[in-house]
C-alpha cells in the first residue's frame, strides 16, 4: 500500500463564541459563564463533566428527566471549553495542536443570525473574511479549506456564495448548509447555488443529523414546517429541540437529488436535474440511528453486505415518526444509516458522499464501519474522515478520536476514508 503523505479532516469548525447568537444558551448563560472561571478550566472539571454526561448510563438517566438536556448541555460545556479562544486563527492552531503538522482541514463556517435565538457579536461577513485572510497567508494557504455558508433567508446568499468560490486570492473549496437551522435542503431559494454547484462540480457538505444547533422558533413560523413539502403529510413533534430531524431527515436529500420529487416541489424547476450534486451527508445519521441499526432485527429479505434500496420507500411512507419506530411490521432496520446507505448504493446519485464527523464519538460503533467499508465497494468509495472539531470535544479530544478510528481501521481503510476519498469530493 502506497503510504499517505498527509490525510484530511473533511468536517471541522473554527467558529468561535462571538459567531454564536446571544441568546443561543438562553438561561443558561450564567452556566457557560461559571464553567470559564479559571480554576474549574485549570482542574479539568469541564473535560470531567463532558466525559461524565457521555456515559451511556448517565445519558439514559438524563434522558429519562429531559431529552432536550441530553442534546443541549454537551454542546454548551463544549462552548464553554473553547469559551476563552476569540479568535478563528487561535482556534485553528488548537485544532492542528492534535495532529500531525502535515495534517489538512476541511473548515465549515456557520451562519447562526436566522436560527431565532438573537443575533452574534460578529457577522458572517467579518467571520468569513478572517478565514479568507488565513488562507492567503502562506501558512494556511495549503492546510486550511474552507467551505463558504449558505442559508437560504439571506437575501444575498448567492452572490456571497459565488464571490467566495471565486476569490482569487483566497479561494474557499466548497458551501456549506445546515438546514437545522430552520429550512429544507430543497429550499428552492438555494436553486441558484445548486445549479452553480453542478455547473463546477463544487463540493457541499450539509448537516444530516438530529443535534442541538436547531432553530429556536415556533413551529407555526412557516407554514411548510406544519406538512411536509413533498409528502405532504402532518410533521411530528412541536419542540423545536425534537422539530429540527423534519429539516435535516436523510429523505429531504432523496427529495433534492431526485428530478423526478424535486420536480413535484419547485414551482418553476423546468428540466432541472440535480442527481449529480456533490454533496456530503455530515454525521452519516447520528450515532443514535447507527446504534439503532445494530439493536433492531433485520427484515427478512434484507442482506446487510450486498444492500438493498428498500428503506427509500418505506421512509416515504413512515416519514419521521418516533411513534412508529422500527419495530412494526415492514419498518425494522430503517434507520437514517440506512437510508443514507441505500441512497449511495442506488447509484443514482454519483456524486453522494457521507462523513463520520461526531458519529463515531460513540466508539462501539467502529466494528458496523468497518464491516461496512470492507464489505460494501459502493459505500466505502464514499466515506469521509472528520470529527467535527470542536463539538467532539464532549466526547474526547480530537487526537484521541482519530488515534480510535485509525488504529481500529488499520492504515489501508483510514487512508480510503482520510486521504484517497477527501481528494475526489475535494477536486483535488
Not at 462571538?18 to 474549574?40: A, C, D, M, Q, Y
Not at 485544532?95 to 457579536?121: C, H, I, N, W
Request: hydrophobic share 40%; glycine share 4%.
Amino acid at each position: 500500500m502506497e503510504k499517505m503523505p498527509f490525510f484530511f479532516n473533511a468536517h471541522a469548525h473554527c467558529f468561535t463564541i462571538e459567531h454564536v447568537p446571544n441568546n443561543f444558551t438562553k438561561g443558561l448563560t450564567w452556566f457557560s459563564g461559571l464553567l470559564t472561571i479559571r480554576w474549574i478550566k485549570k482542574h479539568k472539571i469541564i473535560r470531567w463533566l463532558i466525559y461524565t454526561l457521555n456515559r451511556p448510563t448517565i445519558k439514559s438517566i438524563l434522558k429519562f428527566f429531559s431529552p432536550s438536556l441530553v442534546q443541549a448541555l454537551p454542546r454548551l460545556l463544549t462552548f464553554a471549553e473553547f469559551y476563552d479562544i476569540t479568535t478563528q486563527k487561535a482556534m485553528i492552531d488548537e485544532l492542528r495542536s492534535y495532529y500531525p503538522m502535515s495534517t489538512k482541514f476541511v473548515l465549515l463556517t456557520m451562519d447562526m443570525e436566522f436560527m431565532a435565538a438573537g443575533q452574534p457579536f460578529k457577522k458572517l461577513e467579518s467571520q468569513l473574511n478572517e478565514i479568507a485572510a488565513l488562507k492567503a497567508s502562506p501558512a494556511y494557504k495549503n492546510v486550511i479549506y474552507p467551505f463558504v455558508f449558505a442559508d437560504p433567508r439571506r437575501a444575498d446568499v448567492t452572490r456571497v456564495v459565488t464571490e467566495r468560490l471565486e476569490d482569487k486570492e483566497a479561494p474557499f473549496q466548497g458551501i456549506k448548509i445546515y438546514p437545522a437551522l430552520g429550512y429544507y435542503p430543497f429550499d428552492e431559494r438555494l436553486k441558484d447555488i445548486y445549479l452553480y454547484a453542478v455547473e463546477h462540480n463544487t463540493p457541499i457538505t450539509t448537516h444530516c443529523i438530529k443535534g442541538s444547533v436547531y432553530y429556536r422558533g415556533k413551529k407555526t413560523d412557516d407554514p411548510t414546517y406544519m406538512v411536509h413539502p413533498y409528502t405532504h403529510k402532518p410533521l411530528p413533534f412541536e419542540k423545536p429541540v425534537d422539530f429540527s430531524a423534519s429539516f435535516t431527515h436523510p429523505y429531504n436529500y432523496e427529495c433534492l437529488l431526485n428530478p423526478a420529487l424535486l420536480h413535484t416541489i419547485w414551482n418553476d424547476a423546468g428540466d432541472i436535474d440535480l442527481s449529480r450534486l456533490k454533496i456530503c451527508l455530515g454525521h452519516f445519521g447520528g450515532e443514535d440511528e447507527w446504534l439503532k441499526y445494530m439493536e433492531q432485527s433485520w427484515l427478512p429479505d434484507r442482506d446487510f453486505i450486498n444492500g438493498s434500496t428498500g428503506s427509500l420507500d418505506v421512509m416515504k411512507n413512515i416519514w419521521y415518526d418516533e411513534e412508529a419506530t422500527y419495530d412494526s411490521p415492514g419498518k425494522k432496520a430503517y434507520s437514517w444509516f440506512s437510508v443514507i446507505c441505500d441512497m449511495i448504493r442506488t447509484g443514482r446519485y454519483p456524486n453522494l458522499y457521507a462523513d463520520i464527523s461526531y458519529t463515531l464519538c460513540e466508539v462501539k460503533i467502529l466494528p458496523l464501519l468497518k464491516i461496512l467499508l470492507e464489505t460494501d465497494e459502493a459505500v466505502a468509495d464514499k466515506v469521509l474522515f472528520g470529527t467535527d472539531f470542536y463539538v467532539v470535544s464532549k466526547a474526547g479530544a480530537d487526537r484521541e478520536m482519530s488515534l480510535y478510528v485509525r488504529g481500529y481501521l488499520g492504515e489501508a481503510l483510514f487512508k480510503k476514508i482520510a486521504y484517497d476519498n477527501p481528494k475526489k469530493f475535494l477536486n483535488l
